[in-house]
């Protein structure tokens, strides 16, 4: 039997979602931008054969690996039944991009950046100061950079910041403040506390816990949807959940039939995008908008409201989203066909496990009662974090576990608020679109918001960054349309976490989809481009719709109100 004990440490280093760095062998996703497609450099270099003086690099031999030894039943939380196929397949060898693609990209390209300096003659209102031209320029050429080259995001963000603040238009503390504020913080505990999860094991046990005896297709389909759900309020980021779902994904999928395995593939990262939205550490993109709020002087939004009105958003479109993709990608007999997953019993927790389990509990638990006993969600975190590196009651070493937490993340989050901060004090929101909106009732001013916001990850590929250009915007504008801004910015952040179209809009798609070669070979089977393509033509419409029907009818019932 081969060695199914699985120890993984996600390492965070990006600026938005976070992927997984060489974990069982499936290729890290380049950290900083979402571009998945990531060639491997063929082998060129070499001894070359004997006799062989054509300077010609003589091809060498693969190695032999050893046959894998029988695991220690004291590592393994249950025995998984064998399988003669691999879990992980490896990109082909000079894979690329299609070469059509990059010339329309670096054509569309082009004709934009010699665009951005227009911004600076664009016809503005007669008051508009050098302030306002100036930071629509370095918006533009931000969000330019942002688009179409592969410097990082949070380069992007930080030189654009710099230069705003070099030339006056905003203060350093603008830049400097942001760092310091509770959500920061939040997130700083929550990737700690994650750490220790992660170096547990317990998503091992959770595959065994969630599958053991289920029979109908269906049943696990939407049993590991509503497991993926809960992980919003465990894991910050996407890529991080996706991180802690991929291995549950690959110890069920050996006991699966083929068809079933590339359903749950597609299925599982789509959930892990879709529920983001339950919880307000659920991506980066929502604390870059709470933290846009409060600078602009609007309220914010609690752990506690964020949970109110994410909840139950996430678990109708996550279980659509399951459901669609079932039928899409399946025939009436296969979804009729039972499973045997039978495991035997697992071993008990361990001292770890149980230890680091009552922990979590504990700091969810104080999350979702913040009336009750006023702790801030970010102390809870803070406090958490010290605990799951404590020597006696911790499973994680805090200097391994701070190297998790994605500074650069933290980074971007604060140049993107001096970016809102810039572009609202300056006027350059106020003078680019006055009076483009004049008429505009709530009911239509809503509707584009939530159009242009689900349609954005086709150009922005970054979730934070998809933020950090829209919800300033559309706080800036929602007022003259008499909408509420902290409700706009809201329906705004929870309609761009639709991904799904393409595997670069999303790592979580990314790390799931595994690649062509492995696919056709008969390994674990992921998912092609077709299969997405297919999926998102139905999942599309489908979040519209509940998207507009939460926004009218479902979050004003809870609160919040989308009129001034």
């Known amino acids: 039997m081969k060695d199914l004990s699985f120890s993984f440490h996600p390492r965070f280093t990006d600026g938005t979602d976070h992927g997984v760095v060489g974990m069982f062998g499936v290729p890290a996703p380049e950290m900083v931008d979402d571009e998945c497609e990531q060639a491997m450099t063929p082998h060129t270099n070499g001894p070359t054969s004997a006799g062989n003086t054509s300077g010609t690099v003589a091809p060498v031999p693969a190695p032999v690996p050893a046959p894998a030894p029988d695991p220690d039943p004291a590592t393994v939380p249950f025995p998984v039944p064998p399988t003669t196929e691999s879990p992980v397949t490896t990109p082909p060898a000079g894979s690329t991009a299609s070469p059509s693609r990059s010339w329309v990209t670096v054509t569309v390209g082009a004709v934009v950046a010699a665009g951005i300096p227009a911004a600076w003659f664009l016809p503005l209102p007669e008051e508009t100061g050098g302030d306002a031209r100036l930071t629509l320029v370095v918006f533009a050429a931000a969000v330019w950079l942002w688009i179409f080259s592969s410097v990082p995001d ?241 499973t994680v070493n805090l200097g391994d576990a701070v190297k998790d937490v994605p500074w650069s993340l933290l980074i971007f989050m604060a140049a993107t608020v001096a970016l809102s901060t810039a572009l609202t004090e300056s006027g350059a929101v106020r003078a680019l679109t006055g009076g483009v909106f004049d008429g505009l009732h709530t009911t239509g001013f809503i509707l584009v918001v939530i159009v242009v916001s689900a349609l954005a990850h086709l150009v922005v590929q970054s979730r934070s960054a998809r933020s950090a250009v829209l919800v300033p915007l559309v706080v800036a504008l929602a007022p003259a349309a008499g909408v509420n801004p902290v409700a706009a910015a809201f329906i705004s952040t929870a309609a761009a976490g639709y991904c799904h179209t393409m595997t670069s809009s999303a790592k979580p798609l990314t790390i799931f989809r595994g690649d062509d070669a492995g696919h056709e070979a008969g390994d674990t089977p992921r998912f092609t481009a077709s299969d997405l393509l297919l999926v998102s033509a139905f999942l599309f419409p489908m979040f519209l719709s509940v998207t507009v029907i939460f926004a009218f009818v479902v979050w004003p019932a809870l609160g919040l109100s989308l009129t001034l």
């Open 154 to 394: 949070t380069l992007v963000a930080l030189a654009a910041a710099c230069v705003l603040v070099v030339a006056g238009v905003i203060e350093a503390d603008a830049l400097f403040s942001p760092l310091g504020d509770s959500t920061i913080w939040l997130l700083i505990g929550a990737f700690i506390v994650a750490s220790a999860v992660s170096a547990t094991g317990l998503a091992d046990r959770a595959a065994h816990l969630l599958c053991d005896a289920v029979a109908s297709p269906r049943v696990l389909v939407h049993l590991l949807t509503l497991a993926a759900v809960t992980t919003a309020f465990i894991i910050p980021a996407t890529s991080g959940r996706a991180a802690l779902v991929l291995p549950v994904f690959l110890v069920v999928a050996r006991a699966l039939p083929r068809w079933l395995s590339r359903v749950l593939a597609v299925v599982l990262p789509g959930v892990v995008l879709f529920s983001a939205v339950a919880s307000l550490i659920g991506a980066g993109a929502h604390l870059i908008t709470v933290q846009i709020l409060t600078v602009g002087g609007q309220d914010g939004i609690s752990f506690t409201r964020w949970l109110t009105l994410g909840l139950p958003f996430a678990l109708v479109t996550s279980h659509l989203a399951a459901e669609i993709t079932l039928q899409c990608l399946s025939t009436p007999g296969q979804r009729r066909q039972q499973l045997d997953l039978s495991f035997p019993d697992s071993r008990p927790l361990s001292a770890p496990e149980t230890r680091v389990l009552v922990l979590l509990t504990v700091i969810v638990v104080l999350w979702f009662t913040e009336g009750l006993h006023g702790i801030p969600p970010a102390l809870v975190a803070v406090l958490g974090a010290v605990l799951a590196a404590s020597p006696v009651i911790g």
